[in-house]
C-alpha cells in the first residue's frame, strides 16, 4: 500500500540550530511531493513542493527540500531555525499518473526553543 | 481575500446521529477536499470534488458522503455515527484540484466528538 513516514514525530531544537526531517514514500513511479506546515492556532499551508526538475526545492521562510529518488526520499531542511519555526510539519505525496489522492504522513511536531 | 470557511467549528453528537458539514472554499476556487484528521491515523483524505462531480474517493465507508453546489461550496455527512469518527475534519480548496497546481488552502476544521 502507498504510505509516507516521518521518522521523527517530536523534534526540540534549540534556535539557530540546523533542522532535517525526514520523509519517505513508498510509491513506484512518478510521484508529486509536498511540505505543508500547521502553526500553533493557525490551517495548514503549503511549505514547498516538488513535481520535476531540479530535486532541490525552495520554500518559504527559508525551507528547502531534496528529492533523492534512489532512497524514496523527500527531507526537510533549514539552516538555522528560529524560534517562530516551532510548529507541526506534514509531508504529503501522490501518484503523477491518474486517480491522484494525497496520501500524508503523521506529521513531526516541531519546537524550537529561544 | 477571504479564505476557506467551515462551519461549524465543534459540535458534539451522540452515536447513531448524523451530521452535516460545510465548507465555502476561497472564491474562484472550484476544487474542495475533505480529510479527516485523527492523532493516530493522521490526515486521510475522504474525498474531492470538482464542478460539483466527486472526483476521486478514499477509502471510506459509505456513511462518509459529500456534495458540491454550483457555488463551490460543499458539504460532507456522515449518517449512523459511530465513537471513531471523533475528528478533525478538514476541508482545502484549490483552483482546479491540487494535483495542478501543487496547493491546497485548508480551513480551520470542524472537530467532531462522538459520544
Known amino acids: 500500500a502507498q504510505s509516507v513516514s516521518q521518522h521523527n514525530h517530536h523534534v526540540i531544537l534549540s534556535e539557530a540550530a540546523s533542522l532535517e526531517l525526514g520523509c519517505n514514500y513508498s510509491y513506484g513511479g512518478t510521484v508529486n511531493l509536498f511540505w505543508y506546515v500547521q502553526y500553533p492556532g493557525q490551517h495548514l499551508q503549503l511549505l514547498l513542493k516538488y513535481f520535476s526538475g531540479d530535486p532541490l526545492v525552495k520554500g518559504i521562510k527559508g525551507f528547502e527540500a531534496e528529492f533523492i529518488k534512489s532512497k524514496f526520499s523527500f527531507n526537510l531542511r533549514k539552516p538555522s531555525v528560529q524560534w517562530s519555526d516551532t510548529a507541526e510539519y506534514f509531508c504529503a505525496a501522490e501518484n503523477a499518473g491518474n486517480n491522484r489522492k494525497l496520501i500524508w504522513g503523521l506529521g513531526t511536531s516541531l519546537a524550537v526553543n529561544p | 481575500k477571504a479564505g476557506v470557511t467551515q462551519t461549524p467549528r465543534y459540535l458534539i453528537k451522540t452515536r447513531g446521529q448524523q451530521v452535516t458539514l460545510s465548507c465555502s472554499p476561497i472564491?474562484?476556487?472550484?476544487?474542495v477536499s475533505w480529510y479527516q484528521q485523527t492523532p493516530g491515523q493522521g490526515l486521510q483524505f475522504l474525498f474531492e470534488?470538482?464542478?460539483?462531480?466527486?472526483?476521486n474517493k478514499g477509502n471510506f465507508p459509505g456513511r462518509f458522503s459529500g456534495r458540491q453546489f454550483s457555488n463551490s461550496r460543499s458539504e460532507m455527512n456522515v449518517s449512523t455515527l459511530e465513537l471513531g469518527d471523533s475528528a478533525l475534519y478538514l476541508c482545502a480548496s484549490s483552483l482546479v484540484g491540487h494535483s495542478n497546481t501543487g496547493e491546497l488552502f485548508f480551513g480551520e476544521g470542524s472537530r467532531l466528538t462522538v459520544l
Open positions: 470534488y470538482f464542478s460539483e462531480t466527486q472526483r
Open positions: 472564491s474562484g476556487h472550484r476544487s
